[in-house]
């Protein structure tokens, strides 16, 4: 019930049909499912088996701390000892080896040193690109974001997988270009 | 952007805050980390490495057919083929190895021929009750759902991991004895 919260967790991407924003458990479904469905453009050596589950656990300390937006560089400051805060408090509540596994997953997904992280990271940063350049576009829009700094966002997909970065770069130039064709 | 449309396919289970409907990523996502944090009640020969999986892919024949609430009799007679309808539309939209690996993974959930599938199944059954019990019970009250029709519900996890039965059932007589001690 506690990670239910995840629910209520409120991104400031809007779903496609623009009447709700994404919240947490949303957002943390549809990776883990497009890490899945890209699998061929993950490298072989990444093992799918923990991709998957890091992908579930990634943003579950933001029942406490809260979604930091990718383009908040103030909440950036704070978000690392925010977080580390809540998941002291949320994996505490698991069995011991659960919540140690779920902090490790979290962890590692944090600080990008494996190959699974990587794939990973490159999955949770392409899943807005897909809902803002296919739906509204109102989240970009709302926040002031700048072609620039999403280009930012997604440079470390590159060395995940180049096929991957270039199609999330035409689906930027796409929506910035004011191309509507999608 | 097709598995996307999970988010709008709307449950009959009110969420916690008893103002939304539960929505199928929601609902799939939450069933995902449940198998992780409940793995302890697994016997050890279930591959954990298949169940996740299996549970994220187990509803998204829905975005085509629809949710059928657990206890709708009449809507079951027919849940078969339309699921089986809808999941030759959504997964030949993917690459042919992935494509295949969910629909196994769906007919795999259905068919609860293994141990991955019964465990799958059992987290899958207890889910809505936990929010029915730790909420607002509304989905149970609003469709006359009685505590024999979710017995029945949950026969099958008895055979799965009795803690796990006895778990589900303190909660269904609580809920149903009116006791809101929880």
Chains 1, 2 share one sequence.
Do not use: C
């Amino acid at each position: 019930m506690e990670i239910d919260k995840m629910k209520t967790v409120l991104r400031r991407t809007l779903n496609y049909n623009a009447l709700t924003f994404e919240n947490d458990a949303e957002h943390s479904y549809i990776v883990a499912v497009m890490s899945m469905a890209l699998k061929e453009y993950a490298n072989s050596d990444v093992d799918m088996n923990r991709v998957i589950p890091m992908l579930l656990v990634h943003d579950m300390v933001e029942v406490y701390a809260g979604d930091t937006f990718a383009y908040d560089t103030k909440g950036y400051t704070t978000k690392s000892a925010r977080e580390a805060k809540a998941a002291d408090k949320l994996f505490s509540m698991l069995p011991e080896d659960i919540g140690s596994q779920f902090r490790d997953l979290f962890e590692e997904f944090d600080t990008m040193t494996t190959a699974e992280a990587r794939f990973a990271n490159a999955v949770d940063r392409i899943q807005p690109i897909l809902l803002n350049a296919y739906g509204s576009g109102g989240a970009w829009h709302m926040n002031q974001v700048t072609q620039e700094q999403v280009y930012q966002r997604i440079a470390m997909v590159k060395d995940v997988n180049e096929e991957l970065y270039f199609a999330a770069q035409e689906l930027i130039d796409t929506y910035f270009g004011g191309n509507n064709e999608l």
